[in-house]
C-alpha cells in the first residue's frame, strides 16, 4: 500500500512540474509577442518622426 501511495506522490509531482512548465512556456510566448509588437511600434514611430523632420527641413531650406 505504501508503494502506491509514493507512486501517486510521484505523479501528481511530475504533474504539477509539467503544468508549471506550461505555464512558463505561455508567459515566454506571450510576452516575446509583446516585445515584437512594441519593436514595430517604436519602428514606426521613428519612421514618421524621420519623415517629419525631413519635412521640415525641405519646408525651411526652400523659403
Keep these: 500500500m ?14 504539477m512540474v509539467a503544468i508549471a512548465l506550461i505555464m512558463v512556456a505561455m508567459v515566454v510566448k506571450l510576452l516575446h509577442k509583446i516585445a515584437i509588437q512594441t519593436g514595430e511600434t517604436i519602428s514606426n514611430a521613428a519612421e514618421l518622426l524621420n519623415r517629419a523632420v525631413i519635412s521640415a527641413l525641405s519646408n525651411a531650406t526652400s523659403e
Excluded: F, L
Excluded at 505504501?2 to 504533474?15: H, L, P
Design 2 to 15: 505504501r508503494d502506491m501511495r509514493v507512486a501517486q506522490a510521484a505523479v501528481e509531482y511530475i504533474t
